[in-house]
């Protein structure tokens, strides 16, 4: 709804209906087909919108509210999307975050001039900006704290900002074009931007922690969490353009789910230590005192 009305998201209501009738279709077929049953296809609906949420097209005008340009775009990648789902799994586990993959997928084949990421900033600072930062920041830590997510999330975002200052330190000389600002932004204003854009707080609360794309321990989601931060800071490097700046914020995730099994595997003493740490507090807290 603020993207709709405050925040000048160029996306229409037609193409975020599409988006979301597009996984929700292709998730009740499966399933129906596959298991025999007929549900609820709250995944389809949930890819759906993310990939709205993400996904624009040149040519895409705010207040176009039924256009349905290149619609052909965000039902392709809502497609790949979830296929992905069904058929890149290990496991019993899909591989990849849906959404985020075919995003990503969409950006490298089509390039600039048939698709863009979202803006990383949006709106000018003023009151509906703190609305939107409040709306992000409450909803992303509810749902890290029902999910029991937090590490991960704050070892992506503080992780994200320390390796960002680094590399900026070592490349003084590294700037970002965007087209939303009027100069190049380099150094301190670039950090800045970068750190607190309200993109990559959707990226990091919201994209990084689905439950079934990240590791399951405690020790290896704060590790995947610091992997895909550092991961998205050497992949900005060689580029000094906001799209492939946004690209390459997505893609870190895609490569740190193909290395997540891995990860988890050489973790694992560390969890089970951590494990057995836990019980033998939980025990102690049961023995009377003598």
Known sequence: MLGQTVLGFRLSVAQILICM???????????????????WPASGLLTGNSTAFILRTPGTLHGQWWSTHGIWIFVGVVAISMASKYLIRWRGRHIFNPSNLGLVVAFVALGPKFTEPQDLWWIPPGPWLIVTYAVLVVGGLL????LRLFGLELAFMAGFAAFTAVALALVPDHCMVASWHVAPMCGRELW????TSPELLVFGLFMIPDPRTVPDGPVARVAFGIVVAILAVLLIGPTTLEFWTKTAILASLVI?????FALARFLSPLEARDRQRAGRRRLSWRLPAA
Do not use: N, P
Not at 256 to 260: E, H, K
């Open 192 to 195: 800045q931007v970068l750190v």
């Open 256 to 260: 740190a789910c193909a290395l997540r």
């Open 21 to 39: 009738a597009t996984g929700a279709l292709i998730e009740f077929v499966v399933t129906f087909f596959k298991d025999s049953a007929i549900m």
């Open 143 to 146: 749902i890290a704290w029902e």
